[in-house]
Each structure stands twice: as structure tokens, then as C-alpha cells.
T-cell receptor, first 114, second 112 residues
């Protein structure tokens, strides 16, 4: 099955700095890669996703890059703000074959200090 | 937008009792729903895939007789933790998808 590795496990940055979280996956058939933000005790919220037919996607301060050859994808947050502090999870799945299950990374706790 | 409702948001029960958690898709039909468990400071671990009108598919290591799943309609799946023990205390989250995957708010179960 799929295995998703995520690094770092914790990340502390100063407000305004950039933050980068990296994930690797093992199943070359995976073609859908979402990123979730989870605040303490709350549900994960989808913040951005990318499919394997593109290499990069951007939404305001958030961007995701995908390298299919190397089987890794990254989340980039620019101009970080204290409200970006949360746990971020990457995930991978194979879409298009009926239903698909997501395999999550272990998460990255991001702390943005004012 | 699409919403998944999960109830209750928290529950405390005594060891040996059973607890039922409901997951509803509010404005779309979901033939498939997913149940996750999340221990403190850990990732979401898929427990089982709930299939409307048929048996759930359990992940390796998840006891199907302990975690009973019923998906009787296209908008409702239930997870029943039977004979709960303190080690079952966790955050349980369901999800369902239309175009995207939507999570419920989660249920924090504490077994005393």
C-alpha cells in the first residue's frame, strides 16, 4: 500500500517568514495530493490540493509543488501569520478507480511567532 | 458548500459500555464514508470504509466486532464502539466525499 512520509514534524518560524513542508510517497499510481490544516481539536480543513497532471499550484500565500519522478510534493506558505499556526497534513491517493482512500503523513506542527 | 455533520462532538462513558457516533452528509449523498481515529499529536489513521447497503471494509488491525459500522442510508453512517475501554479513548473523525473529501467535526471519546 501507499506510504507517506512527512517532514519536519515541527516547524517554528517568525511572522512574515516562509514555511516549507515536504512529503514523499511510495505508490507511483497515486495521482491526488491534498494538504489539510488542523487546529487543535477541530476537523482537518482542505487548504490546497494538486493532481498529478500539474507540477505546481498556487492560491494566494499557499503553493504546492509536485515532482512525480522523485515522488515528492511540498507545501509552501509565504508571509506566514500567527493564525497559520496549526498542524498540517499531507496525503496521497489514487483517484479515478471507484472510491479512493487517503493515506496521511504524520503531520507537521507549524508555530508562527509574532 | 457540502457539509458533513458528526454527533456527538464529545462523549464520556464508563468502561464496558458502548458508544454510537453518527456521521451525516447534509447536502449530498455519500455511498462511501470513511472513519478515522486520531490519537493526541498523531496523524489520522483510517479505521474503516463504510459502504452504503453493504459491509464495511476494515483496515488491518481494526477489530470489526469492536467497531461496528452501519451505513443504512446514503446520508448516514454510524460507528459503534462496543465494550469500550480506556485505550479506546481517542478523537474519531468521519469523512465523506462529493468532489472533495469533507470531514466531520470529530468526536472526542473518553472512556473512564
Amino acid at each position: 500500500g501507499e506510504n507517506v512520509e512527512q517532514h519536519p514534524s515541527t516547524l517554528s518560524v517568525q511572522e512574515g517568514d516562509s514555511a516549507v513542508i515536504k512529503c514523499t510517497y511510495s505508490d507511483s499510481a497515486s495521482n491526488y495530493f491534498p494538504w489539510y490544516k488542523q487546529e487543535l481539536g477541530k476537523r482537518p480543513q482542505l487548504i490546497i490540493d494538486i493532481r498529478s497532471n500539474v507540477g505546481e499550484k498556487k492560491d494566494q500565500r499557499i503553493a504546492v509543488t509536485l515532482n512525480k519522478t522523485a515522488k515528492h510534493f511540498s507545501l509552501h506558505i509565504t508571509e506566514t501569520q500567527p493564525e497559520d499556526s496549526a498542524v498540517y497534513f499531507c496525503a496521497a491517493s489514487v483517484e479515478g478507480s471507484g472510491y479512493s482512500t487517503l493515506t496521511f503523513g504524520k503531520g507537521t506542527m507549524l508555530l508562527v511567532s509574532p | 458548500g457540502a457539509v458533513v455533520s458528526q454527533h456527538p462532538s464529545w462523549v464520556i462513558c464508563k468502561s464496558g459500555t458502548s458508544v454510537k457516533i453518527e456521521c451525516r452528509s447534509l447536502d449530498f449523498q455519500a455511498t462511501t464514508m470513511f472513519w478515522y481515529r486520531q490519537f493526541p499529536k498523531q496523524s489520522l489513521m483510517l479505521m474503516a470504509t463504510s459502504n452504503e447497503g453493504s459491509k464495511a471494509t476494515y483496515e488491518q488491525g481494526v477489530e470489526k466486532d469492536k467497531f461496528l459500522i452501519n451505513h443504512a442510508s446514503l446520508t448516514l453512517s454510524t460507528l459503534t464502539v462496543t465494550s469500550a475501554h480506556p485505550e479506546d479513548s481517542s478523537f474519531y473523525i468521519c469523512s465523506a466525499r462529493d468532489r472533495n473529501l469533507h470531514f466531520g467535526n470529530g468526536t472526542r471519546l473518553t472512556v473512564t
